[in-house]
């Protein structure tokens, strides 16, 4: 019974670890390729602007994962 509540611990401490590090990860990106997203929007050269708008297809996904974030912090603050 200790050995199985002691693995089930250590467990949970580990992947609560692994999403935290997850987390932060995801907002890095979000931060960098809305950065990139600006500053290649500002371009003159029409190739950059074009590379700049399909920038969304991978910031929309990321914006969901940084909604989920907070939902789930807002959650445990209030619970």
Not at 32 to 43: D, G, M, Q, T
């Amino acid at each position: 019974m200790v050995s199985t509540v002691t693995s089930t611990t250590v467990t949970t401490v580990t992947l609560f670890g692994i999403t935290a590090l997850l987390g932060l990860a995801a907002v890095l990106m979000l931060i960098s390729y809305l950065v990139a997203k600006e500053l290649l929007s500002a371009s003159s050269n029409r190739w950059l602007q074009l590379v700049g708008r399909r920038l969304n297809v991978a910031i929309v996904p990321l914006l969901l994962v940084f909604a989920a974030i907070v939902a789930t912090r807002i959650a445990d603050a209030l619970a």
